[in-house]
């Protein structure tokens, strides 16, 4: 069965570096976000990895690109955006994919 292409989930990969100076404010939004995004309709998943050199990886899942498209212009998350822009990150990209093939395995 062929979805439409609304209908596909949608993955953000957001890779990052925080400014020395980003401290607990960072941190405080970065949990904020998180809670807003899980409560949003549509939401999947959302999880962050830390390398060994700093850079930050966040994986966010959601189930559509209205769903998607909904969290990227809550009010909110811009905020927080514009304030990582200005106080946070030394560097970041995001990449928006739309899901193709799902395999899985699982014991």
């Given at each position: 069965?062929?979805?439409?292409?609304?209908?596909?989930?949608?993955?953000?990969?957001?890779?990052?570096?925080?400014?020395?100076?980003?401290?607990?404010?960072?941190?405080?939004?970065?949990?904020?976000?998180?809670?807003?995004?899980?409560?949003?309709?549509?939401f999947?998943?959302?999880?962050?990895?830390?390398?060994?050199?700093?850079?930050?990886?966040?994986?966010?899942?959601?189930?559509?690109r209205?769903?998607?498209?909904?969290?990227?212009?809550?009010?909110?998350?811009?905020?927080?955006?514009?304030?990582?822009?200005?106080?946070?990150?030394?560097?970041?990209?995001?990449?928006?994919?739309?899901?193709?093939a799902?395999?899985?395995?699982k014991?």
């Amino acid at each position: 069965m062929t979805a439409e292409a609304h209908d596909r989930t949608m993955v953000t990969v957001f890779r990052s570096r925080l400014r020395p100076d980003a401290g607990e404010s960072y941190e405080h939004t970065a949990d904020d976000m998180e809670k807003y995004a899980r409560e949003m309709p549509g939401f999947v998943d959302f999880k962050t990895f830390v390398a060994p050199d700093g850079e930050r990886v966040s994986l966010v899942v959601f189930a559509s690109r209205e769903a998607h498209d909904a969290w990227r212009d809550d009010a909110r998350h811009r905020a927080a955006q514009a304030r990582g822009r200005a106080d946070w990150y030394s560097e970041y990209s995001i990449q928006v994919c739309e899901l193709v093939a799902l395999r899985e395995c699982k014991r």
